[in-house]
């Protein structure tokens, strides 16, 4: 039983591995017993919900010999009723961890240029754009994210925005050995607050937003604040901050960073916004003009903020303008569902002509914070002008409840019909936190439906001919958890079939006019 400085533990990533003894005795790291291999180092990580001690039999079991602790080794030890097992007192163990996974996957990152994004909003989108653009410039790049973890044009699904280090260290393995030159990668608050990504050293870090959001974890704004800043805080001196100079946390988020600060504004002459409408904006950046087939004013700042990353990673200026205007962004954010085909309505009587269907347009977006959903719902209420908008919205259960009110709030006042449904209830009852979200809501003809296929099904039978409905929360998630069960669910395609059963519907209704008629 020894304590082990994180000094040495660092000492492993370097490329001379005679320093890092451990590599040679051990097969690997985890903070998963599951996930510990034989004679491999189990990390006993105290944990939000759970105290990784509790599963150290379980690791034992799987073949650890080595047990790493913040603990008294000694107490440890002795807990294990074992005399065949190591442990290692560590401070900080959740740096420790990032350290050694990395140093046993081969530190894939000296092989790559890494940037990475932080924010409330936008992480997804401007990582998919830059993932997207680079590619179009012929590079061979990896995505890490919200919505997937991409090696080249090959993509798996992901469930967290930012993995544990053993998932991101054998990610980033993979995408070095494929011949990736650049990284892309969401980087949440979890995950700096845990020291997920500790082992890194960005090229680049951008900041998109702060808002209300995750206070469940971090309690108070001041701490999420704070976590965020981590990321800025141990860029070098050789690194590039691209920041939203209109975000009012951004000057302290930057106000410790050693990099180069890269900013973009609308409330100064850098940034202009020469058109935004349903087919795309246009933007002027540094006097270099970029169109994209994105909407809405928020994504004026997602484009932008991807172009000065291209732009940190080396790429001309036009050719980085011209690869974006040919980017799709991520599915799920303000994405359009496909207008049934014409033919589903039915065949028109003969020498009547077509049918012409009238239906409403129909949007899906991954809005589950307030700042998120008001910035959609400005965007649409905009394209709508006179015609009605719709949403359809919940919010996730074991999460934030403070945001719940206020949701409800903004969408009373922008949409013309509520629509409130289950989001991922988890372990809560949906009935009780549709219930706090009307809280937040002073008007009456709020409709409440638990049932998301159904609340998804009516809000669109049931709108105006050409109105928009935006079905909000969910977004790219193709399930619902309830309950610790994941549901498959795909709102784009609840909201295709809603649209398609509504064309027959009116196809049908047209068809039975004409023929009385005659």
């Known amino acids: 039983m020894r304590k082990l400085s994180l000094q040495t533990i660092r000492d492993l990533s370097k490329a001379d591995r005679e320093t890092g003894q451990l590599l040679a005795f051990y097969s690997g790291v985890s903070v998963n017993s599951g996930k510990v291999r034989e004679n491999g180092i189990f990390a006993a990580v105290s944990g939000y919900s759970t105290d990784g001690h509790r599963f150290i039999p379980a690791a034992l079991d799987a073949g650890a010999r080595l047990i790493l602790t913040e603990r008294n080794p000694a107490e440890v030890l002795a807990e294990t009723g074992r005399d065949d097992v190591g442990v290692m007192q560590v401070p900080e163990i959740r740096a420790a961890v990032a350290q050694l996974a990395f140093a046993f996957a081969g530190n894939p990152q000296r092989r790559l240029r890494i940037a990475g994004i932080t924010g409330t909003n936008g992480k997804t989108t401007v990582s998919t754009l830059v993932h997207q653009a680079l590619t179009q410039l012929g590079y061979t790049a990896g995505l890490m994210g919200t919505i997937s973890i991409a090696v080249g044009s090959r993509s798996t699904e992901s469930r967290l925005t930012t993995g544990d280090p053993e998932q991101i260290a054998s990610a980033m393995a993979d995408m070095a050995e494929a011949g990736c030159t650049h ?216 999460r934030d409840k403070t945001k719940r009110p206020v949701m409800g709030r903004i969408a009373a006042e922008l949409a013309d019909v509520v629509v409130i449904t289950s989001d991922n209830p988890r372990t809560e009852d949906p009935a009780q936190i549709i219930a706090e979200i009307e809280a937040g809501i002073s008007r009456a003809g709020v409709l409440t439906e638990a049932d998301r296929r159904k609340a998804i099904a009516s809000a669109i039978a049931q709108a105006q001919p050409g109105s928009i409905v935006l079905i909000a929360g969910k977004g790219h998630e193709t399930y619902q958890e309830i309950k610790g069960v994941c549901y498959p669910m795909d709102d784009a395609a609840l909201a295709a079939e809603a649209l398609k059963a509504r064309a027959a519907r009116t196809g049908n209704t047209h068809q039975n006019a004409r023929q009385e008629e005659a």
């Open 183 to 398: 990284l892309v990668m969401e980087v949440s608050s979890h995950a700096l607050d845990q020291k997920r990504t500790d082992a890194l050293s960005f090229d680049v870090a951008a900041f998109t937003n702060l808002s209300h959001d995750h206070l469940d974890y971090h309690k108070t704004e001041a701490a999420y604040v704070q976590a965020k800043k981590r990321l800025f805080d141990g860029l070098s001196e050789d690194a590039v901050a691209v920041v939203n100079a209109d975000d009012a946390h951004t000057a302290e988020m930057v106000r410790d960073c050693r990099a180069s600060v890269w900013e973009l504004s609308l409330k100064d002459s850098s940034l202009k916004v020469l058109r935004s409408d349903a087919a795309g904006i246009v933007l002027e950046i540094d006097d270099t003009r970029i169109e994209s087939p994105l909407s809405g004013h928020f994504n004026v700042y997602n484009v932008a903020m991807a172009w000065l990353i291209l732009r940190a990673f080396g790429c001309a200026p036009q050719s980085a303008a011209a690869a974006l205007s040919a980017c799709p962004g991520a599915r799920g954010r303000l994405e359009r569902v496909p207008q049934p085909q014409p033919e589903q309505a039915g065949s028109p009587a003969e020498g009547t002509g077509p049918i012409t269907l009238k239906l409403p347009e129909v949007f899906v977006d991954y809005a589950h914070t307030p700042d998120a959903l008001r910035n959609v719902l400005e965007t649409l209420r905009a394209i709508a002008g006179p015609r009605e908008l719709s949403v359809v919205f919940g919010c996730g259960g074991d």
